[in-house]
């Protein structure tokens, strides 16, 4: 068995471009088809690109994120996704605090996540939460995915901490 050895963080983040949607859809894809998160279609991911971030190495896409923003005070980290290869080596913590930055600028107070890696984004502040309590609105994606309504996934929210300003 070969031992994998682990690359250095040499990329950037950056919001995602129109010329990324392909590499986007082919990263989604290959989670998709392992039933690992929800498959987007070229259409949805051009009809939402605004909300999508990319980790970018040498022109390569490595690493997508989108934060979606769902009501006054509440958006989702969703398509959190690192090429295999690439995993494990703090891609997809940039990616995480990438989305907890801009909901903080953006004061959105809650950011919730439904995944199957609950203890990665434990590390974050997200703490478990009842499905149930988040709005029926987030549901509308849901309803494409092949295991509903019958969810496997874990809900996880984060409440930022309320900034006081200084007078």
């Not at 990319?54 to 509440?74: K, M, P, Q, R, S």
Request: overall charge negative; proline content about 3%.
């Amino acid at each position: 068995m070969s031992e994998h050895k682990q690359q250095p963080i040499s990329g950037r983040i950056r919001p995602a471009r129109m010329g990324d949607v392909r590499a986007i859809h082919a990263l989604l894809a290959t989670f998709a088809n392992k039933g690992l998160m929800l498959s987007r279609s070229i259409s949805s991911l051009y009809d939402h690109l605004r909300d999508f971030v990319v980790y970018e190495e040498n022109g390569t896409v490595l690493g997508i994120v989108a934060l979606h923003i769902c009501w006054d005070d509440l958006a989702e980290i969703r398509s959190l996704a690192v090429a295999e290869e690439r995993q494990k080596c703090g891609i997809g913590a940039l990616l995480v605090e990438s989305c907890l930055d801009e909901a903080n600028s953006l004061e959105i107070g809650k950011v919730f996540v439904l995944t199957y890696q609950a203890a990665f984004f434990r590390k974050f502040g997200f703490k478990d939460c009842d499905k149930q309590d988040l709005p029926h609105k987030i549901w509308s994606d849901c309803i494409h995915c092949p295991k509903f309504p019958d969810c496997d996934e874990d809900a996880l929210i984060r409440t930022a901490e309320r900034r006081t300003s200084a007078t």
